[in-house]
T-cell receptor, first 112, second 113 residues
């Protein structure tokens, strides 16, 4: 059973702080890794994707991938109240044709 | 990013009736589209994978005769919930596949009374 694990939270950080969201996956052959943001009652929105080991930065967001440890994370710098949402980690298993396996999501709350 | 639309955004229907939900990729061609269902406070559950011009592939436990999927063109997939029951009430979300990522529609909230 291919799994993606996330801490459900809630993760609470003060405004302006760095929020760190973590995700582990079971399929060592996984190729692609995605972070989605989902506001309550809305559908997921793609924030970032990463394919290679290391860091990938986009504005206030940094995705980090460590395939040896089967670990992917998302850092949000200068967190804003508008960042409060559920963050879904998704993994494309090895050999898949686009199917994604989603974690259950981490709820982030940024306090003003 | 790529845009996917869904229609309707919400629908209320009586038990026993059928409901059709449309999913369109507006600015890209989606050879593959996915249908998900999400119950309150739970994660996305993949229902089926829809490939243009072929039969959909359903996940284990999803009744293909109840959830009819048609993907007649590269920009349109439809999900029909037949003989809907209150337990089918949920948030139905489609996505279109880009290169490797998926772009989600805004979702359709179905309430069966």
């Amino acid at each position: 059973q291919k799994e993606v694990e996330q801490n459900s939270g809630p993760l609470s950080v003060p405004e302006g702080a760095i929020a760190s969201l973590n995700c582990t996956y079971s399929d060592r052959g996984s190729q692609s890794f995605f972070w989605y943001r989902q506001y309550s009652g809305k559908s997921p929105e793609l924030i970032m994707f990463i394919y290679s080991n290391g860091d990938k930065e986009d504005g206030r967001f940094t995705a980090q991938l460590n395939k040896a440890s089967q670990y992917v994370s998302l850092l949000i710098r200068d967190s804003q109240p508008s960042d409060s949402a559920t963050y879904l980690c998704a993994v494309s298993p090895g050999g898949s044709q686009g199917n994604l396996i989603f974690g259950k999501g981490t709820k982030l709350s940024v306090k003003p | 990013g790529a845009v996917v639309s869904q229609h309707p955004s919400w629908v209320i229907c009586k038990s026993g009736t059928s409901v059709k939900i449309e999913c369109r990729s507006l600015d890209f061609q989606a050879t593959t589209m996915f249908w998900y269902r999400q119950f309150p406070k739970q994660s996305l559950m993949l229902m089926a994978t829809s490939n243009e011009g072929s039969k959909a592939t359903y996940e284990q436990g999803v009744e293909k005769d109840k959830f009819l999927i048609n993907h007649a063109s590269l920009t349109l997939s439809t999900l029909t919930v037949t003989s809907a029951h209150p337990e089918d009430s949920s948030f139905y979300i489609c996505s279109g596949q880009g290169n490797y990522e998926q772009y989600f529609g805004p979702g359709t909230r179905l309430t069966v009374t």
